[in-house]
Nanobody, 124 residues
Framework: QVQLVESGGGLVQAGDSLRLSCAPS????????MGWFRQAPGKEREIVAA????????HYADSVKGRFTISRDMSTSTLYLQMHSLKSEDTAVYYC?????????????????WGQGTQVTVSS
């Protein structure tokens, strides 16, 4: 069983930046695609960004394009989500997830391991 641990969430003001990190309990996600998802109160979970196993391909939700960047550090097996120009509508619990394949995956189907989530709150 792989555990994913997110960190970096917090309370910020609109326009600020945050960087989320995700690290596995054991080094197993190097060959698998990863993703960041978020769920706001009363809303469905949605994909924010995804990256393939080697980091050569990325995907972003339209709502975050140009503001968020997903990346991975293979040397430390850490996944990142750099968030700039945060808006109140970005407020949500953010989850990282590991897929069961190396190719990029833009749907929550096929992601097997999930973190506990980290809260991001953006005040306007």
């Amino acid at each position: 069983q792989v555990q994913l641990v997110e960190s970096g969430g917090g309370l910020v003001q609109a326009g600020d930046s945050l960087r989320l990190s995700c690290a596995p309990s054991r080094r197993t996600f190097d060959n698998y695609a990863m993703g960041w998802f978020r769920q706001a109160p009363g809303k469905e979970r949605e994909i924010v960004a995804a990256i393939n196993w080697i980091g050569s391909h990325t995907h972003y939700a339209d709502s975050v394009k140009g503001r968020f960047t997903i990346s991975r550090d293979m040397s430390t097996s850490t996944l990142y989500l750099q968030m700039h120009s945060l808006k109140s509508e970005d407020t949500a619990v953010y989850y990282c997830a590991q897929a069961l394949q190396g190719g990029i995956l833009t749907s929550s189907d096929g992601y097997r391991y999930w973190g506990q989530g980290t809260q991001v709150t953006v005040s306007s």
